[in-house]
């Protein structure tokens, strides 16, 4: 797996051979791969950012009319604290919603709103299809896109959605069923 | 003290004590989370939800300040 085509890059959402690891990790199960979502797709939330400042900004003028200089300081003080809270929330919320694809299956942890945990795993030998999707103009620009993970039976399939090089994510897992089932 | 003072001095002090409460249920989850996954940035990632802690804490202690100040 050291030949991979694309090496660790875009802003730690596209790690090959990471020194992570993951609470229900195995004895000898190695990881390969740890993906996260795309840095574009966290676009909404910068810019809602910089619109919340800028407006803190503007709001201070007319602050001004009904406050006096303490009150406005307190008000600023917690506005710029919620909005800093507001970034560190969406940080942590796209650093610890990751895909793993490692030598014995693959892995989606995901953090609702920080938190709800819940992580999906599919068995390597367990794996029936791998799908990519991606299009339009942005996801093509950056090549980005969604990987569906379908799995035999009733156990649950495995969605990585916006992640960086997905063709790559996809043909080291190909590469690793290969392996597991000895073509 | 007109009744507009006292309306703000009970927002602001709630608004600070609901921050507070959040910062130490996210630095809560923060740890459930470095658990979950153990990666090289997980002390950064601790001491940036410490530092929020602080801050919370800091704010909720000016805001107390400044109801018997301002």
Not at chain 1, 4 to 33: A, H, R, W
Not at chain 1, 100 to 119: G, H, M, N, Q
Not at chain 2, 53 to 61: G, N, P, Q
């Amino acid at each position: 797996m050291e030949n991979n085509i694309k090496k660790s890059s875009t802003f730690y959402s596209y790690c090959v051979n990471p020194q992570t690891k993951f609470d229900t990790q195995e004895d000898g199960e190695k990881v390969y791969l740890l993906l996260r979502s795309h840095p574009f797709t966290q676009i909404g939330w910068i810019m809602s950012s910089i619109l919340f400042f800028i407006i803190l900004f503007i709001s201070n003028f007319f602050l001004q009319n009904f406050f006096n200089p303490g009150q406005i300081f307190i008000i600023n003080l917690f506005f710029i604290v919620i909005i800093f809270s507001y970034i560190w929330f969406n940080i942590l919320n796209w650093y610890f919603n990751v895909g793993i694809i490692t030598s014995k299956r693959v892995i989606d942890i995901d953090f609702y709103a920080v938190l709800y945990k819940e992580i999906t795993n599919a068995q390597l030998g367990r794996i029936e299809d791998t799908t990519v999707k991606s299009g339009g103009y942005i996801e093509s620009f950056f090549d980005y896109g969604s990987i569906f993970v379908q799995t035999a039976g009733t156990e649950a399939n495995v969605e990585f959605i916006d992640v960086p090089h997905p063709s790559d994510a996809v043909q080291i897992i190909n590469k690793l069923l290969s392996k597991k089932h000895g073509f | 003290m007109d009744f507009k003072d006292i309306i703000f001095k009970v927002i602001i002090l709630l608004a600070s004590v609901f921050y507070y409460l959040y910062a130490l249920v996210i630095s809560k989850q923060v740890k459930i989370m470095n658990k979950t996954l153990e990666d090289e940035h997980n002390k950064f990632i601790l001491f940036v939800t410490s530092l929020q802690v602080t801050a919370s804490l800091i704010i909720l202690i000016i805001v107390l300040l400044s109801i018997f100040f301002l």
